[in-house]
């Protein structure tokens, strides 16, 4: 049988000691000193030193191991070394959000892929997913427009994208903040798709466009119900009779300027590279993409495409497939209405 480790018990007052088991129980005399304890008339402890040491040793590195893994769970909620946590409770303080009396709940991604910030509210729940490429200024700003989204909700206002309600609330958070914060945040870039210019409200996403024979589009395709001024919007700017009559007036080829908000979808959910084999069309849309420039304008970017003779119909199943079909990306969707639209304007070569 394996003899038991010992250490010294020592007394505080008189410094004698005597060898005892690490853990004896608590009657045993290794844990008392007896001569000071009959001199006091109490029992007086002794202490084991070497424990005591191990013992603060163990609970600095527990301490540091917690202080680690409260880093490690910290630094998902950090972004250019802002506390999102934090952002997001000084913006509860803001006037516009004061009617809410609980913070919604909050959880966040970062993504080592996208290159942009989303986010999504619903009933009481924030989420955001982090491109790893965005700016503090836009990750605010799209925090305060899902905070907006959750604000009318609970007040029980109209919270959609395209309501006025939502719209003031939402542009009023972002003004509000940039008083008490030195990041600012722009309502041009994250306020409400339908703000005081309306200018990313779906049901005003309409482009009129007027397409005769002279445009170059055959008889054969030609109608007088397209020969009349139609509306290029939600429910048609993927439509396969549209783009019949666009490759048509564009058969020769055309350059396009694709705003940056339909080019990154576009991107991340349709550009990438395919066998020829398995889809010919998308495979060659992915050359024609990876040749693009991109080139600024104003405060953001466009992505110029040159789309040689008969490929203009390869950007319609892009647009479908990136854009369309995602509920989530008003922004980008009312930015590829507004593109077909200014292609449906363009004459042909």
Known sequence: MAKTKQVRWTCSQCG????????????????YCLVCSKREGVLVKRSAPSLEKRAAQ???????????????LDAKWMHEGVDLRKVLNRAMRLSSAKGMKRRPEF????????VYTTGRAS??????TVGHDTTINYVIGVLLHELAHEVCYYLGEDWNDSSTKFSKRCHDLHDEWNVISDIKVCDRVTGAYAGRSK?????????PIRISQRDGVPPAIFTERVATTQLVNEENYVGKGLWQIISAMHAKGLTVAIPGAAATEISFRYA?????????????????????????????????????????GLLREAIEWGIADWDDEPAAKAAAIRLVGKIANTKGK
């Open 272 to 312: 990438e590279t395919v066998s020829e084999e398995s889809s010919p069309e998308r495979h060659r849309f992915a050359e024609i993409w990876e040749a693009r420039k991109i080139v600024k304008r104003g405060r953001g970017t466009q992505a110029v495409v040159d789309f040689g003779p008969g490929e203009i």
């Open 16 to 31: 004698k000691g005597a060898l005892g088991p690490m853990r004896p129980r608590m009657e045993n005399v290794v844990r």
């Open 58 to 72: 163990s609970a600095e590195k527990a301490k540091a191991r917690a202080k680690a893994k409260q880093a490690q």
């Open 107 to 114: 959880t966040i991604a970062h993504s080592k892929t996208k």
């Open 123 to 128: 009933g009481g729940r924030i989420h955001l």
């Open 199 to 207: 200018r990313l409200d779906l049901s005003k996403a309409t482009v």
